[in-house]
């Protein structure tokens, strides 16, 4: 299988599964938004919502990292730039959502 | 001798239509959720300094422009999982026809705005 039909896959399997997380995030992401600091913390406070929101942006960040590849593959020009866009991409890519995970799991009422 | 022709998509020589602009504005709509989550992660981070300091992001959140924000990053996830479902259909072989294609363009259009009203009504429990 060539590197262009895994990333193809890739990107459709995340997107399966980003589409009902996105729905899951939105939605309580507007119940709470205007909430007290207890409530806001209760609530990535249980198991479900720290699971989901980790799986959340471990799918979103993997899914941006294909898609906006795409984009610096049909925009930029220079090899070396594109090399170094992508790779700094990754890495982003790599330590938010790592960075989101190691908050969500020390956060406790 | 260097290339200039324009790279994928063409956008500055083909003609606009409902499709053209669904696809742009699911790249660009794509990058800004990107951006709208990483802050996400920082308000989540941010919670972590404590009830005290959270109380600036609280007035921010319950203002005119964080109401405004929250609706948009509403919108803009509703337009994202629309032209997703939509290009999920594409690749099981459906909506290629012109017309299919003209329909479901304007169901994302039309429809990103009525599912923000219902994911925001959901949301707030008003239904």
Redesign the interface.
């Known amino acids: 299988m060539i590197n262009a039909t895994k990333k193809w896959i890739f990107l459709?399997v995340s997107?399966?599964i980003?589409?009902p997380l996105?729905?899951w995030f939105?939605?309580?992401?507007?119940?709470i938004?205007?909430k007290?600091?207890?409530d806001?913390?209760s609530f990535?406070s249980t198991q479900p919502s720290k699971f989901l929101?980790s799986l959340l942006?471990i799918v979103?960040?993997f899914y941006?990292s294909l898609?906006?590849s795409e984009?610096f593959e049909?925009?930029i020009?220079d090899k070396k730039i594109k090399n170094i866009a992508n790779k700094t991409l990754y890495t982003f890519f790599i330590i938010?959502?790592l960075?989101?995970i190691m908050?969500?799991f020390?956060?406790n009422i | 001798m260097e290339?200039k022709n324009p790279?994928?998509?063409h956008i500055q020589i083909y003609s606009w239509n409902i499709s053209l602009l669904i696809s742009i504005s699911h790249?660009i709509i794509?990058?800004i959720?990107?951006v709208a989550?990483?802050l996400?992660?920082l308000w989540?981070?941010l919670?972590?300094l404590?009830?005290e300091n959270?109380?600036y992001i609280?007035f921010f959140?319950?203002s005119f422009l964080?109401?405004f924000l929250?609706l948009g990053?509403?919108w803009s996830?509703?337009f994202?999982?629309l032209s997703?479902?939509r290009?999920?259909f594409w690749?099981f072989g459906y909506g290629f026809e012109l017309i299919t294609s003209k329909i479901t363009g304007l169901i994302v259009i039309f429809g990103s705005f009525v599912l923000t009203i219902l994911?925001?009504l959901?949301?707030?429990?008003i239904i």
Do not use: W
């Not at chain 2, 959901?122 to 429990?125: A, C, F, H, L, P």
């Open positions: 459709k997107s399966i980003l589409i996105m729905v939105i939605i309580n992401l507007v119940s938004y205007e007290d600091y207890v806001i913390v990535f929101t942006m979103a960040f941006s898609s906006i984009i049909d925009y020009h938010v959502p960075i989101i908050v969500l020390n956060l | 290339n790279l994928s998509p790249r794509g990058v959720n990107i989550l990483t996400v992660c989540i981070a919670l972590l404590g009830e959270y109380e609280k959140l319950q964080g109401k929250i990053l509403t996830f509703s994202q999982i997703e479902v290009h999920l690749d994911i925001y959901i949301g707030k429990q």
